[in-house]
């Protein structure tokens, strides 16, 4: 008995990676998985659709079941085509792990046009587009009397939660989707839907130049950089045992999970007329009273 026993699972970019571990736990708790990938190179190039092949036979070979689809995301229609396979292919969607993404990494004044245009679309149009489809089918169903079970597991990052130096195309774009996380849970939760975030970390060939030889394994200890590590929040989160878990952002790694809270008022003035510019910069100590004004920091346990 598997927890996502007779389930149906997209996993999005799960030819390599956080993705692919996804991929295979889901299928190892009982799911059929669309295995999607477009199969690009780390700043979306190319594609090689070998690794998701790679993906499915994996979980053939323990006994699963997985297709390969190897839509763009991003695509409209290609996010349409992917929904539409699970349906075609197992009567239904239950789970979707919107996952998929490129690194284009550059400061903002070095940014092209085209470096940020591209991370935003793979990120958060990618992710809308998937979810919109599958928000369609869902609804859908609820309207037509079924009692409908759904997940939406998105992935964010600290980059967007934290804002990360140099990211500015791909951390506006995880913010983004944390947001977006918030609010499909609020329009979708009366259709069955529970949707949640990871701002995981792990090591992948998107990270192994950030994290280096810190996140190397070490022969017998516990591999924390492992992107095996961050299935199982995935899985769960996937599965009934999480139905009252919605609208939530966890960062994930290695033994640790954490939930995250959101923007919430940090000091205040008030009164019953407007302020002026002057009379708001005599009030910046009140305003700051418990609060430092200068750049937020990344919060660490
Ligand atoms: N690795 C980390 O520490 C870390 C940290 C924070 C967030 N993330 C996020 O986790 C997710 C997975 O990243 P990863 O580290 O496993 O990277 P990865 O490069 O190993 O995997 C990403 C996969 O997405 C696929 N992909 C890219 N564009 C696509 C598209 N348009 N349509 C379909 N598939 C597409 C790629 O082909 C690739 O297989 C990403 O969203 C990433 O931003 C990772």
């Not at 149009?125 to 369609?136: Q, R, Y």
């Not at 995981?200 to 200890?221: H, V, W």
């Not at 003035?269 to 910046?284: C, F, H, I, M, Y």
Request: hydrophobic share 45%; with cysteine; glycine share 12%.
């Amino acid at each position: 008995m598997g927890m996502l026993d007779g389930k149906v699972a997209i996993v999005t970019g799960a030819g390599r990676g956080i993705g692919r571990e996804e991929a295979l736990l889901l299928a190892a708790e009982g799911a059929k998985v669309i295995v999607n990938d477009v199969g690009a190179s780390v700043h979306g190039e190319g594609g090689d659709k070998s690794p998701a092949q790679q993906t499915v036979d994996d979980i053939v070979a323990a006994g699963g079941e997985a297709v390969v689809n190897g839509a763009d995301v991003s695509s409209w229609i290609g996010a349409e085509g992917l929904v539409q396979e699970a349906v075609d292919r197992w009567g239904k969607l239950d789970i979707l792990v919107n996952n998929a993404g490129i690194l284009r990494d550059k400061m903002s004044f070095s940014m092209t046009e085209a470096d940020w245009d591209d991370v935003i679309r793979v990120h958060l149009k990618g992710h809308f587009a998937c979810s919109h489809f599958a928000a369609v089918h869902w609804r859908a169903r609820s309207k037509a009397g079924e009692d409908v079970y759904a997940r939406i597991i998105n992935t964010a990052s600290e980059s967007g939660l934290f804002g990360n130096a140099g990211q500015a195309n791909y951390g506006a774009a995880k913010a983004g989707i944390a947001a977006l996380t918030v609010i499909l849970a609020r329009e979708l939760e009366r259709y069955g839907v529970r949707v949640n975030a990871i701002s995981p970390r792990a090591r992948t060939r998107m990270t192994e130049d950030l994290f280096g030889a810190m996140a190397q394994a070490e022969e017998g200890k516990f591999d924390a950089f492992g992107p095996a590590n961050v299935a199982p929040l995935v899985a769960f989160l996937a599965s009934p045992a999480a139905d009252d878990v919605n609208g939530q952002n966890f960062v994930v790694y290695g033994g640790s999970v954490w939930v995250m809270q959101g923007w919430t008022p940090a000091g205040s003035v008030e009164r019953d007329s407007r302020w002026t510019p002057q009379e708001l910069a005599e009030a910046k100590g009140k305003l700051f009273e418990s609060h430092p004004s200068s750049i937020p920091p990344f919060s660490f346990f």
